[in-house]
């Protein structure tokens, strides 16, 4: 069994975006592990491996205008099924 669940990922455009900033955010607030924040100051791809997939996107709802949101059942996966 996985201790995450949901492979979260997402992009987030913006202005003045750091990616030390976010993924201090999300190491200290919300629990997970796997986490990627790359980019640039304008775009930022975020991957999180959560069972709380809603609090990242709440957060980076704050940051900018967030796309490309894909959120994956790895349990499912795992089991052979479409996640």
């Given at each position: 069994?996985?201790?995450?669940?949901?492979?979260t990922q997402l992009?987030?455009?913006?202005?003045?975006?750091?990616?030390?900033?976010?993924?201090?955010?999300?190491?200290?607030?919300?629990?997970?592990?796997?986490?990627?924040?790359?980019?640039?100051?304008?775009?930022?791809?975020?991957?999180?491996?959560?069972?709380?997939?809603?609090?990242?996107?709440?957060?980076?709802?704050?940051?900018?205008?967030?796309?490309?949101?894909?959120?994956?059942?790895?349990?499912?996966?795992?089991?052979?099924?479409?996640?």
């Open positions: 069994m996985l201790e995450f669940k949901f492979d992009l987030i455009e913006g202005q003045g975006l750091s990616e030390d900033a976010i993924g201090d955010y999300i190491t200290a607030n919300i629990e997970g592990d796997c986490l990627l924040a790359v980019g640039d100051e304008d775009l930022i791809k975020v991957h999180f491996h959560t069972n709380t997939p809603w609090k990242l996107l709440e957060y980076c709802c704050t940051l900018g205008e967030i796309y490309d949101v894909v959120i994956e059942n790895m349990e499912r996966q795992e089991a052979g099924l479409k996640g």
